[in-house]
């Protein structure tokens, strides 16, 4: 199914030449023998076994490793007579391969050692340090800055079927649950099996729960795979729903969840599959949990996965985020608010309230502009607070996580004071009033501690200490005042070497193995390895070009700061865990201030981008109604800019029953009038502009519901319950489906479940078959959609014959894309305006494709003679074409007569001498040479 359990399964071969196997593990050595009773506890992940500075795999992990990146596999030892492969990744690059790995489907279990080499020692020299694994890194479960991207949500979602004796009266017989560990944020709902793929494209998912009672239903399979998710099969017995709800309330601290909504049993058995696996990967670990948000059909618009990709709305068709709708209007300045905007577009709303609420809060920015840059200067020093809790809680945070509450706390305290002087005055609307209460209640006691404590400056990790502020804790700054004068008498040891044994090059230095010691270059060593410098210098070892030694007095001083060191870094990890502590507590508060700061990214950067690209408040209201006026397609209209090919010709769309009453003038050329209608049948050449028009509307309708300004001159839409879109065929053969299964697959979805509230757009529906089934299957397809679904409608076709419809549906009208002709050539004017196309133009498009000119050419006859036989009303095409001379024949002639008329007139030509000719006797050669012409063409 995935690329995990592909590879997942290439390790799970079992016992082989290279893999450890059971039952030998008695037989190996001790240090052999743990780590093979780890492994063998691991088995579907990689084993990385810490080994001092390293991160090592053995075995066929070992082998699978190197191939996946690419480093050099070598053997350490033997095992049962044969080499063990073997290959190390260095700690300090962990997360760089991590995040490799993870990348190409794999698990991996991290093996940490749990004591001090030096205390394993004491048990006896050949016992082995204790190791365990400490976490299981999977791609739904991480945390760390480096593994996870800042402007995507990072879910793991548990699914599982509801029996159907557990359905309710929605008939949902899917339940989902899905937690982003890294920072809390909790989804749970049902849907129905028909919008499973839909809904996990909207989730997006990084790794899915299938239970093993599940994994063969092929609704559920197809779905898994359509959201390109790593999946995880699960025992049936994770779904457990007592434990869910025992879990759920532990983790939310709670003894009733009647305050969160009602759960079903199937939700709470996904719960309780979810938490889990969660407890299982972080081995004990708690992660954040924020109280479940639940996710609704009935709250937002839905939107199947043909849908959505057809739309392009978060991937352009090529896999791109660039020329995606999501990339066209993403102006925010943070990860989180990122986050936020693609949560919103993902899952527009249904609540006109809530909607107009949104919009009231982009309105009001647009017009404060000098508010909205101040508010975006200060968001842009603000870091993902919510990740940076995440890792504190986890016990993964370093100083900087400590920075990023401490940074994110001050920047909410700079935008709350933006938004509350605003509030004084004039007063906010209620969703800015909202995030300016959740900024001032902000936990102003612990940013004060953090601006106390921590520098400014941070590192990465906690052990290279050095983060704690000067001044912040008196105890810290004396272990650090000696530490120093160490370093000082180090620097006085040196020089007095230096002088006592005459080498001016004597250096004392320090690494990690050896602690202190003094380096000599091999040149100059010998003095101190003879009498008397060598009853002070003791060697201590040899290197290519220098000789390293110690004294007395330098293992005496290292001591001493040794233990001023130790000191400063063990108050200052005290001092951290006591930070850490304290933001954790304050996690309720960080998570609103959290939440606010990136809502209020999100407001920002839609009236930012509204102003700068000029798109208009949408009026949105209850009924049917459609009318869009002056209509721009968001993506389009900037490639065009940034492209300099000149400006977006905006169009309008009058559909739903609304619109009919205030039909009005279009701007279009010939003063013609866009009638309004339920269906519009929209015909025009190949280029004209159709896909683009007919995406436009879907995506004002979708912007409008996320509460964004949309990009056109006046839009009043009636809430849309679904939003369909079926553009361009495309063949899933991966699937084993042909283009024209896909088609109508997804065609009977739409006239399945479209509504007389739903959008729907159908773009050449019909065409992966023969002329009449396509024009037959459309035909009775806008047939069903004016009769049954009774939805807003725009269907474009290349079949004219369709254009005949609207003398027997009421609520159709023809309407088409203009172009002129001209000198044979087409010119696209991109208008839309009523009535039907006059032509398809077909060959005058291949002709700018570059198609060879005998190729035109020759369709141009063939076409000239269908059209002629139609006329006349005889013959069927294909007696037409058995008529036609053959392709060769017809060239030869055309060749024939073109090559006498060039040499006819070419020779005219060459007579003649421009510098010998009056003006009267050029003239009459003008008329020679055309009469020559005429003589030819008969
Ligand atoms: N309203 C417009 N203003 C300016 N340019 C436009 C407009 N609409 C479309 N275009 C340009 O025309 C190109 C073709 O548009 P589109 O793909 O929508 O045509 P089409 O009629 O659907 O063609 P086909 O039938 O071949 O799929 C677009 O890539 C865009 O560059």
Redesign the pocket.
């Known amino acids: 199914m995935s690329a995990r359990n592909d590879k997942t399964s290439k390790q799970d071969r079992g016992p082989s030449a290279s893999g450890p196997g059971k039952a030998v593990v008695t037989e190996a050595t001790p240090s052999m023998a743990q780590y093979l009773e780890i492994k063998t506890a691991n088995p579907d992940s990689l084993l990385w076994y810490r080994m001092g500075d390293f991160y090592e795999l053995f075995f066929e992990d070992a082998v699978v490793a190197s191939e996946a990146l690419g480093i050099v596999l070598t053997k350490r030892g033997k095992h049962l007579g044969e080499d063990i492969p073997m290959c190390g990744v260095p700690v300090h690059k962990a997360d760089d391969y991590l995040q490799r790995l993870i990348k190409f489907g794999y698990r991996v279990a991290v093996c940490e050692q749990l004591e001090d080499p030096a205390e394993a020692r004491k048990r006896g020299a050949k016992a082995v340090v204790r190791r365990d694994v400490v976490r299981l890194v999977t791609p739904g479960t991480l945390t760390e800055e480096t593994l996870l991207d800042a402007r995507a949500r990072n879910f793991l979602t548990a699914l599982a079927l509801i029996p159907l004796a557990q359905r309710g009266a929605d008939g949902a017989s899917v339940a989902l649950a899905s937690l982003d560990i890294s920072t809390g944020e909790f989804e749970v709902g049902s849907t129905l099996s028909g919008d499973l793929a839909g809904e996990l494209v909207r989730l997006s998912p990084r790794e899915i729960l299938v239970s093993d009672r599940d994994d063969a239903d092929e609704t559920c399979k197809q779905a898994v795979a359509i959201s390109g998710a790593a999946v995880t099969p699960v025992a049936g017995a994770f779904y457990d729903h007592r434990a869910g709800e025992r879990e759920l309330k532990a983790k939310l601290g709670v003894a009733e969840l009647g305050g969160f909504g009602t759960f079903s049993r199937a939700e709470l058995a996904t719960i309780g599959a979810l938490l889990k696996y969660v407890d299982l990967t972080q081995i004990g670990k708690k992660p954040l949990i924020r109280p479940p948000k639940r996710a609704s059909a009935q709250d937002i618009l839905l939107i199947d996965a043909a849908s959505r990709a057809s739309l392009e709305l978060t991937k352009a068709t090529n896999g791109d985020k660039r020329g995606s709708l999501l990339h066209a209007i993403d102006r925010t300045v943070t990860g989180p608010g990122a986050r936020e905007l693609a949560a919103r577009l993902a899952a527009p709303l249904r609540d006109v309230g809530i909607i107009n609420a949104r919009l009231d809060a982009v309105g009001y920015l647009v017009e404060a502009s000098a508010l909205r840059t101040d508010l975006r200067n200060s968001l842009r020093s603000a870091p993902d607070i919510a990740r940076a809790l995440s890792r504190l809680s986890f016990g993964r945070g370093g100083p900087r996580d400590l920075g990023a509450v401490r940074d994110g706390l001050s920047a909410a305290q700079a935008c709350g004071r933006l938004l509350e002087a605003k509030s004084g005055t004039i007063g906010l609307p209620n969703e800015l009033q909202a995030i300016a209460e959740r900024l001032a209640a902000a936990p102003a006691a612990l940013r004060e501690e953090l601006e106390n404590a921590l520098n400014e400056e941070l590192p990465l990790l906690k052990r290279d200490g050095g983060f704690i502020r000067e001044g912040y804790s008196t105890d810290l700054d004396e272990a650090r005042r000696l530490k120093e004068t160490g370093r000082q008498v180090m620097l006085e040891l040196e020089a007095r070497y230096q002088q006592q044994s005459g080498v001016k090059t004597l250096k004392v230095r320090h690494n990690n193995i050896l602690g202190y010691f003094i380096e000599v270059g091999q040149a100059s060593a010998q003095p101190l390895m003879q009498p008397p410098h060598s009853d002070v210098f003791r060697h201590r070892q040899t290197m290519a070009n220098a000789i390293r030694f110690t004294t007395e007095e330098l293992i005496a001083t290292e001591g001493k700061i040794a233990t001023a060191g130790e000191r400063a870094t063990s108050l200052e990890q005290a001092i951290f865990t006591d930070l850490a502590r304290r933001a954790d507590e304050a996690e309720v508060p960080l998570a609103a201030v959290a939440a606010a700061l990136a809502e209020l990214d999100v407001a920002t950067a839609l009236s930012d981008i509204a102003e700068d690209e000029g798109y208009t408040r949408p009026l949105i209201e209850e009924g049917t109604a459609l009318e869009i006026r002056g209509g ?2 968001p993506v ?2 900037q ?2 800019k940034s492209e300099r ?7 309008d769309c009058l559909l739903g029953d609304g619109a009919a009453g205030e039909q009005q003038q279009s701007d279009g050329e010939g003063g013609s009038e866009l009638r309004a209608a339920r269906i519009w049948l929209l015909t ?13 509307n879907a995506l004002i309708c979708l912007m409008a519901q996320m509460g964004a300004f949309v990009p056109a001159r006046y839009a009043r839409i009636g809430v849309l319950d679904r939003l369909f879109s079926r553009v ?1 065929a495309a063949d899933d053969l991966a699937r084993g489906r042909s283009t024209f299964m896909v088609e109508m697959v997804e065609t009977a979805a739409i006239l399945n479940c479209a509504t007389p509230s739903s959008l729907v757009i159908l ?2 529906i019909g065409r992966g078959t023969a002329t009449f089934d396509g024009l037959s299957i459309a035909w009775a397809a806008i047939e069903y959609l004016h009769e049954v679904c009774r939805s807003r409608t725009l269907f ?1 076709t ?1 079949y004219h014959e369709l254009t005949v419809l609207p003398e027997r549906l009421q609520e159709v009208a023809n309407v088409t ?1 203009e172009v002129k002709e001209w000198r044979d050539e087409i010119v ?1 004017l ?3 305006r009523p009535g039907a196309a006059d032509g398809s133009y077909g060959i005058q ?1 291949a002709k700018l494709a570059g198609l060879p000119p005998q190729v035109t050419e020759r369709a141009a006859e063939v076409l000239a003679m269908l059209e002629d036989a139609e006329r006349r009303g005889s013959n069927s095409p294909e007696a037409i074409l058995d008529e036609l001379p053959l392709f060769a024949a017809s060239r030869a002639v055309a060749d024939k007569g073109e090559g006498a008329r060039r040499s006819a007139v070419e020779e005219a030509l060459d007579r003649i001498d421009p510098d010998e000719l009056s003006p009267r006797a050029a003239l009459e050669k003008i008329y020679q040479l055309k009469s020559l012409c005429r003589d030819d063409d008969a």
């Not at 090919?645 to 169009?651: A, V």
């Not at 004209?688 to 028009?693: D, R």
């Open positions: 721009r397609h389009v209209e490639a065009l090919q000149g400006p977006f010709i905006e169009n025009g050449p190949n280029m004209a502009g159709k896909s683009t028009f007919l995406r436009q361009g773009d050449e474009a290349h894309i696209f991109h208008k839309v498009v």
